[in-house]
């Protein structure tokens, strides 16, 4: 019967990486990712606040 291959140990993640490095770009991920949900938030409170802002001043001519 034909067996799966499987993956050598050179094949797979790098075994040198520390719990360190993976925990610290696993931190690095989470704060670019929070920092893009961040901008997404703000641009659309700018956005909503304009849109509100422009319909004020459309509102008052």
Do not use: Y
């Not at 019967?1 to 931190?27: F, G, K, L, V």
């Amino acid at each position: 019967m034909n067996a799966i291959p499987r993956p050598t140990a050179s094949a797979a993640a790098p075994a040198t990486e520390s719990s360190e490095e993976r925990h610290a770009d696993r931190e690095r991920r989470l704060d670019e990712a929070a920092s893009i949900i961040a901008k997404t938030l703000l641009d659309m409170w700018r956005r909503e606040h304009r849109a509100r802002r422009e319909a004020a001043i459309g509102g008052a001519s």
